[in-house]
């Protein structure tokens, strides 16, 4: 669980920071450079809405860090049980809107095909957990 939250900011923080671009850059730009800081584009996790689809073990940890960030957590219940006081709960439709969306649910009835090719074209960022949570 833990390392799976671990995970998932690994790879939301080198999407949102860039730091691909800034390896390259720094392999190959840098020491041609005048300057000695190059930061662009930088993105910061605070005010951002973070949507966890399946708030089981794995979302609960995933929204408590996006909290420490700073970062409103809202989620949807694939089974419709989940009932957490400490994050908002919201339909799919409102989970899709956020700014961040990370999706933790297991596969099963609830969740297979939840979600379709033309909801990934909405998301500015994405992780995915399981793949047949997809309609091909």
Request: net charge positive; with cysteine.
């Amino acid at each position: 669980t833990n390392s799976v939250a671990q995970l998932t900011f690994a790879m939301v923080l080198n999407i949102l920071n860039r730091l691909n671009y800034y390896d390259k850059y720094a392999k190959t730009e840098y020491t041609k450079s005048d300057i000695f800081t190059h930061i662009v584009d930088f993105c910061e996790l605070k005010s951002k809405v973070w949507g966890i689809i399946g708030l089981g073990q794995i979302g609960q940890k995933v929204a408590k860090i996006a909290k420490s960030f700073g970062c409103e957590v809202v989620y949807y219940s694939t089974s419709g049980k989940n009932n957490n006081s400490e994050y908002k709960r919201v339909n799919l439709e409102e989970v899709l809107k956020s700014d961040i969306i990370s999706i933790h649910a297991p596969l099963n009835e609830n969740s297979k095909n939840l979600l379709g090719y033309d909801e990934l074209l909405k998301w500015p960022y994405l992780n995915i957990s399981a793949t047949d949570v997809f309609r091909t």
